[in-house]
Every structure is written in C-alpha cells, then in structure tokens.
C-alpha cells in the first residue's frame, strides 16, 4: 500500500451512553453499575485519544505468534 | 527460621540429588514453616497437605531407588491460582470460578510433574491477574513478607510472597503488564517474564492473549535459570550455561529516559538505578544511554490491546454475573467494551513500531537496564497511593514487544526500607545472556543476601484488614 493514505480514527465520545450500553449488551449490568460503565466509557476515550496518531498505512499489526519457536507452537496442541 | 526453608532451590535440589535430603524431610520442614508464617502472609489459598506429602514419600522411594530424574524431582513448585493443576480449584482469586476444578495440568505444570517437582498448593493472585489488591474477594490478599502492611506487587502476588517468604523455593507466575517482575520487585526477588511463548500458555487462564506470559520467580539468579530450563519450549537452553561469565565487555544500553523524563522516578528509585548503572560499570560493562520510545506510548497501546482482550475472555459473565467480580477487576475489564475494533487493529500496528524500536535498540547493546517500579512498596490499605503507583512503572513495553525482561533488587526505599528493584531487557530468545547479565550484577551486589525479618512473621495473629 502507499505511503501517506488517510487514517480512519473512531471517535465514540458523540454516542449517548444508553447506545452504547445497549450495543455492548450491559444492559443488565447498567442497573446495578451505571455510574461504574460511565467511568469505563471515559476511561476507554482516555486512553484512545493518548495513543491514536497517523500511522504509516503500511504498517501491519503485530504478529507476535509468527515470532515464537515451533517447539512451543507444538506444546500449545499437545 | 529453620534451615530447611532458608535453602535455595540449587542447593535443595544438590542435596537430594546426593540424597543428603529427603524430599519428605523438605517438604515437611516447608509445611511446618508454611503453618507458622502463612497467616501473616496470606499467601496459599489452597493447601494440600496429604496429596503433597504423599507425593514427596513416592520421590523419595524413587531418588533411593533410581536417582532424581531431573533438578526439580522432589522440589516443590508454587503454583499461582490461574494454572490448572489437576484435581484442584483454578479460582483465579475470584467468585465466579470457586467451583472450577481442573482435570488436567496446565502444560507447564505437566512439564514439572513429569521432572518430579511437587505442588503443596495454589497462590493467591490478583482477580483473573488483572483486580487487586482487593478485599472484596473470596480470598485476602497475599502481604509483603517485608512488612505485611505492605503491597507486595502483583498480579503473582502469593507466588512472590511465598518465595520471599522462605515457605517455597520458587513459584510460577504470569506476566501480562508485569505480573512477574512487579511482586518480584516488591519482594526483593528475581522474576522472569521470557521472550513471548517461549514457555506455553496452555492451561493458565487468559487475562490477555497477546500479551501473557509465563515465567519464575525465585530468591536467586541461578535458581530462575535452573527453572527456566526446565519450563521453556526445547531448543532454547541451557540457560545456566553463561551464570558465571561476569559482566566484563557486556554492553549495556540504560534507558534512562524512561525515570528520568517519562515518569519522574521517587528519587531514592532514581538513586538506586544509577548506583546500578555504576556497578556494572565497574565490573567492565561498557554502559550507554539509549533512547526508545516514550513511556506513555508503550502504556496506552499495552491498555488498549490488554483491556480489550480481557473484556473479550470475560464479555458474557460481564453481562450476566457482573456483581460476583470484585469492584476493581469489574471497573478495569469493563472499558473494553468501549473501544472499537478499529481501536484494537490501531493499537497492534503501533504495536508493531514499538517492538521494532526495542529490537533495534538490542542491535547496538547485548541487554538494555531500565526502571521497573518507580516507587517503593506502598501500604496495602492506601487506595489512592496504589492507583497513584499503579502506572508508574515501566513493565508494560517488554510484554507489548515479547523481548525477555528480569526483575532484580538493587536497594532499599530509602523510607520505608523495602526492596527497590532494576529490569535487564534481553534480544528474544536471548535468556541465557539476559541471566549472565543478571548473575553478574547479583554477585556483584549485597542485595540477594538481604531478607526479610521472617521472625517478625510468626505470630500466629491473622492479617489486619482496613476498616471498609
């Protein structure tokens, strides 16, 4: 892929939290820990908006499995 | 303290070898200690007694018969509550699993028992090695055997505890933002987490798939070694084989920035890691700063890959058994549901720059010398320092990159006289070189010859637990 392509970002902080409680399937959870789902959305649009930044298109994501021994592989379906 | 339990695991596992020691004299000797000191500690949430002697009466018939079949025939083995042992509870320190018994070992744990190692019992943990420490779960929390108000790390808290203890001679432990090298800091320990599946998952309870590992934590370098070999997936050993090589022409890259810039270390941290940095010097290491990438980027990915997944093992009983978890496993899991799947993708391709930058950094220098805890153990009961120190760490980019990576001790808190501790960062699948490195720096060191006060914890009263 070339270099230099846009960067798609998600950018849930617009969405109302009973959406979001909804399409997370909490709903049962909210009524006990409504105020602790709420902190959990803040908390997850923290944390995404310290490390999303352009990223060279051409970078993949990690693969980390393709890194490890094949004796481990083996241990793992023994 | 009585001497069977003050012996490392090298010099157990010599003398019943030589068969100078019965593993039923040690394990009975441990028991006995176990009995007097675990109630301060709070480190076994399951004991078994029986199964464990009678297992040390059928090594030792064997060792007098045939010989040891491995080091670790009749060395028992602390077992931290998230691997299956057969025949026993895998709680994972939590409500929802009390009833889990298990029907097969963890693959490591077969590893151990087909060596002939024994298991007296499972370790407390942190809730599925993510909430803790917590008193609002089925088990108390394991203490510091330093000073029992204190943390003692986590999430292998019991593993470390139990070492630093003297009630075991090693434990396994997992690894997945630091659950390894954290208690083994705090305990004044050595705790590997190896290069990424280099030591099999398989049987241990996922916190977060791409990020877990497996590995010991013990009172000495050699004896981390000496477990390693016999855990790791073949091919890959010996890893005693460089212990006495000494630290002359090692290079060493100190990534200084990541306390001196990123997160400001306490400054008896600060202190303990350039005394450090000198002593490798002076034992003919050539030591240089490097530079990688910030703290905080290691941070926010390793949050959102190992949140994410976390919330994927635990999605179903989040919506439907919500209240069984304790609070701060409950408050941690739940933020990913919150992030997308375009987040996740994002985070493992940044994932893929910064373990470039480590691997880089690991051309130019045979180990990297970087900060573990920036702080000192705080007090087990003070919530808002243990959210304040929480983070101030820098673990999280060795489990992001897979890159072995060791706790050692390398002082005292300046204030409260518990342990402080240093990170060695090796090339992957470099483990032997990570522990000549290590072992130099040990023997260069008083550090592994200080202990806790172990009598100070006979005294037969229970844990105290803050007022909630």
């Known amino acids: ?78 | 303290v009585t001497e069977l339990p003050d012996l490392t695991l090298w010099d157990a596992a010599e003398a019943i070898a030589a068969k100078r020691l019965s593993p039923l004299e040690y394990i009975d000797g441990l028991l006995a200690w176990i009995e007097a000191v675990d109630p301060s500690v709070d480190a076994f949430i399951a004991l078994r007694i029986d199964e464990v002697r009678m297992a040390a009466r059928a090594a030792a018939d064997e060792i007098a018969r045939e010989g040891v079949r491995s080091p670790l025939h009749g060395i028992p083995i602390g077992i931290k509550d998230i691997f299956d042992v057969e025949g026993m509870a895998t709680t994972c320190h939590s409500r929802l699993r009390l009833d889990h018994v298990a029907t097969v070992d963890a693959a490591v744990v077969k590893r151990l028992r087909r060596d002939g190692a024994l298991f007296p019992g499972k370790l407390a943990t942190h809730e599925f090695a993510l909430g803790g420490p917590s008193f609002d779960l089925p088990f108390p929390p394991a203490r510091n055997p330093w000073n029992r108000d204190h943390h003692p790390g986590g999430s292998s808290s019991g593993s470390a505890a139990a070492v630093a203890a003297r009630m075991l001679p090693a434990a396994l432990g997992s690894d997945t933002g630091g659950s390894i090298r954290h208690p083994a800091a705090h305990c004044g320990l050595v705790g590997l987490k190896p290069t990424y599946e280099l030591v099999s998952r398989e049987g241990v309870f996922p916190l977060a798939y791409s990020l877990d590992h497996v590995g010991p934590i013990t009172r000495t370098v050699r004896d981390n070694a000496l477990v390693l070999d016999r855990i790791a997936a073949h091919g890959h050993g010996p890893y005693t084989s460089q212990l006495d090589s000494g630290l002359k022409g090692l290079r060493v890259g100190f990534v200084r920035h990541f306390h001196q810039e990123d997160t400001i270390a306490a400054p008896d941290v600060a202190s303990a890691l350039d005394e450090a940095a000198a002593v490798f010097v002076r034992e003919g290491a050539a030591v240089s700063d490097v530079r990688l990438p910030r703290l905080a980027e290691f941070e926010e990915v390793t949050r959102v890959i190992m949140i994410s997944e976390a919330a994927a093992v635990h999605e179903k009983w989040l919506q439907e058994r919500a209240n069984e978890y304790g609070q701060l496993t409950r408050r941690r899991m739940l933020s990913g549901f919150f992030f997308s799947a375009i987040d996740y993708v994002q985070a493992q391709r940044r994932r893929t720059e910064l373990t470039g930058a480590v691997s880089e950094a690991l051309r130019n220098f045979d180990v990297l010398l970087a900060a573990n805890a920036m702080d000192a153990p705080c007090r087990i009961d003070d919530e808002a320092t243990l959210d304040y120190t929480y983070v101030r760490q820098a673990r999280m980019p060795f489990n992001i990159s897979g890159h072995p990576a060791i706790s050692l001790m390398c002082g005292l808190g300046e204030e409260c006289g518990l342990p402080l501790s240093l990170q060695l960062v090796g090339r992957k699948f470099g483990e032997a070189e990570l522990y000549r490195a290590a072992a130099g720096f040990e023997q260069a060191t008083p550090w592994k010859d200080l202990r806790p006060d172990l009598e100070s914890l006979v005294s037969g009263s229970p844990s105290p637990r803050p007022a909630r």
């Open chain 1, 1 to 78: 892929m070339a270099e230099g392509g846009p960067e798609m970002t998600s950018d849930w902080n617009a969405v109302d939290i009973d959406t979001l409680v909804r399409w997370a399937g909490l709903e049962q959870t909210a009524r006990s820990f409504g105020a602790e789902i709420g902190d959990a959305v803040k908390n997850a649009a923290r944390i995404r908006g310290g490390f999303l930044r352009p990223l060279n298109p051409a970078v993949e994501p990690a693969e980390l499995l393709s890194a490890a021994p094949a004796a481990a592989a083996a241990e793992h379906s023994s």
